[in-house]
Structures are given as structure tokens and as C-alpha cells.
């Protein structure tokens, strides 16, 4: 007898352990009184948009292990709207779930993501810039929003900043070839080129802080044009902020260190440089002894526009 009511007892035991499980289970997700629970958002895939071959200081062609990305769920109300996801294992892990309604919600999603900078925003705004050489991006859900009905995200990121670089062309020049530093300078007394911005990431758009103007530079701790190029993850890549056209011939103007020598190069009135997009230049090397090929060229060098194109 006292064994069958310990056993009652157990059985009782059990019972309200089960009964509180799935209260908890309830909770965790709420019916709305349509008979459907709400489902717990997962990332698919984040891919680059377009994406072309990148360097280690420059534009980056796909994430790795590691990377962490910021997230804003706009119109989200079930718990934090800001929150990040990391790269784990060729998959992406979010730190706290997501619970999706029936109710559309607006996914938008920005490259790096730093918790000292980030964890607070209070709007759709972050702030870049160029004198790091960070790559910032922004994206957006695939379909542009996720729901119970959508709960497997496909983000597509974009480049936020313009990139330059560079085919450096050796021809006769006598030299290492050696490239030691390349830089996109004001001239004195001009502020065209600003060094920061705020980027809206529900339009992509970046608007231009007026109050900084520092060079975009890169150091290259290994770069030489001696042996002809294999691709374009060789070229000199500098991001810069977007600008607007160039106002005057020489208001702007490249700056490569080679070899221990300074080559300086103005840009011309209306050059100008968009967020996202890629612009490449050839540098021909011209030796003292030739003639120049480009009237003003007394630096020794020629630059020559060879393509525009979105990345």
C-alpha cells in the first residue's frame, strides 16, 4: 500500500511538472485566437550584391566566420527592434529569437556591427566614414519584409562608400615599383572632400557630414606593379566617401608615394565619386627621358579614367 501511494505521489509529481512545461511552451509562443503560433525568424543566407574580387584593406567579397552584422526590425514590438547576428559555422546565429506574427515586419541589416556603437540606436541611422578604410554596407530582406508566412530571411548587402583603385602601367619606368602609400587629397584651402557621413539604412542613402575633410589613405605593406597584374585584387583600392562634382580643375587630386618618390595628380572639374560604385584609373608610369603623353603631366605620371561600374 505505501508503495502504490508513492507511486501516486511520483505520477502526481510528473504530472504537474509536464502541466508547467507546457504553460511555458504557451508563452514562449502566444496564440493571437487564430489557432496559429507565431514562428521564430532564421536567417537564410547574407550575401554582397554583385560581388567582385576583394583585398584585405579593401572591399569585402563575402562574410566569413566571425563577421557580425546589425539588424533593425522596423515595426517590431516583441522585443528588442536592434539586435546583431554573427557567422558561425557557414550559418548565421542570432543571440535572441525573433518571434513573427502574421503581421509584416521590415528587416534592414548593416556591416560592421560594434556593440559600444550600436547597441542604443535609437533610428534607422549609422554613422561612416573613410579614414579607417572600413567597408560599410547596408541591406535589406529579399522580398522586403519577413512574417510567419516569411520566416526564412535572404539578405542582400551593398557597399556604402565609393571605391577607387588603381593599375598602376610600368612601362619603361626604372625602379622597384614599389607602392608605398596612395592617397585622395583637398587641395589647400578647399573642403570638397568630406571624411564622414550618417548612412539611412532604409534608403541607403549617406549624407555628408560638413565638418570633417581628412584624406582617404591607404600604406600598403606589400604592393609592387613590377610583374604584370593576375586580376584586380592587386590593384592600389582606396573607399572614400561619396562626392559631388568636382567644382574646379585641381580641387581634388591623387597622391602616390612609389619607390620614395611623391607623383601628384589634379582630378578635373566634375569628377565625382557614388556611394556603391567602383571606379578604376590606370597610372602610366612615364619615365623623365620620354615625353609626356598628357599636356601638364610634369610629375611623371598619366591617369587615365578606364571604367566605371557598379559593384
Known amino acids: 500500500m505505501r508503495s502504490y501511494l508513492i507511486s501516486l505521489f511520483f505520477l502526481f509529481v ?18 493571437f485566437g487564430n489557432g496559429q503560433k507565431d514562428t521564430l525568424l532564421q536567417l537564410k543566407s547574407v550575401a554582397v550584391y554583385n560581388e567582385r574580387p576583394g583585398s584585405g584593406s579593401g572591399p569585402i567579397r563575402e562574410f566569413v566566420n566571425g563577421d557580425t552584422i546589425g539588424l533593425y526590425l522596423h515595426e517590431y514590438h516583441r522585443g528588442n ?8 559555422n557557414y550559418g548565421w546565429w542570432l543571440p535572441e529569437p525573433v518571434f513573427l506574427s502574421s503581421e509584416p515586419i521590415r528587416l534592414f541589416a548593416y556591416y560592421p556591427y560594434r556593440s559600444k556603437d550600436h547597441a542604443y540606436l535609437s533610428e534607422k541611422y549609422v554613422n561612416v566614414e573613410h579614414i579607417s578604410q572600413t567597408d560599410y554596407m547596408h541591406g535589406q530582406v529579399n522580398g522586403d519584409y519577413v512574417s510567419r508566412d516569411k520566416p526564412y530571411a535572404e539578405i542582400i548587402m551593398k557597399h556604402a562608400l565609393a571605391l577607387v583603385q588603381f593599375k598602376f602601367i610600368k612601362n619603361d619606368y626604372p625602379h622597384d615599383c614599389s607602392v608605398q602609400r596612395v592617397s585622395i587629397q ?18 541607403g542613402e549617406v549624407a555628408i557630414r560638413d565638418d570633417c575633410y581628412d584624406q582617404a589613405t591607404i600604406t600598403p605593406e606589400d604592393m609592387n606593379f613590377y610583374e604584370p597584374y593576375t586580376g584586380e585584387e592587386e590593384y592600389a583600392r582606396i573607399l572614400v566617401m561619396p562626392i559631388e562634382p568636382v567644382r574646379n580643375d ?3 587630386f591623387f597622391e602616390f608615394e612609389i619607390d620614395g618618390y611623391i607623383y601628384t595628380y589634379p582630378l578635373k572639374a566634375g569628377t565625382h565619386w557614388q556611394s556603391g560604385m567602383k571606379y578604376t584609373y590606370e597610372v602610366d608610369m612615364v619615365p623623365p627621358a620620354r615625353t609626356f603623353k598628357s599636356s601638364g ?6 591617369v587615365v579614367l578606364t571604367q566605371t561600374s557598379s559593384y
Not at 510528473?14 to 496564440?31: I, K, T
Not at 527592434?81 to 558561425?88: A, N, Q
Open 81 to 88: 527592434p536592434l539586435m546583431y547576428t554573427v557567422r558561425e
Open 14 to 31: 510528473f504530472f504537474v511538472y509536464l502541466s508547467s512545461c507546457l504553460s511555458y511552451v504557451e508563452n514562449e509562443f502566444p496564440d
Open 297 to 302: 603631366a610634369a610629375t611623371g605620371i598619366n
Open 186 to 203: 583637398n587641395a589647400n584651402g578647399v573642403t570638397h572632400l568630406k571624411s564622414k557621413g550618417i548612412l539611412n539604412l532604409e534608403s
Open 250 to 252: 585641381g580641387d581634388l
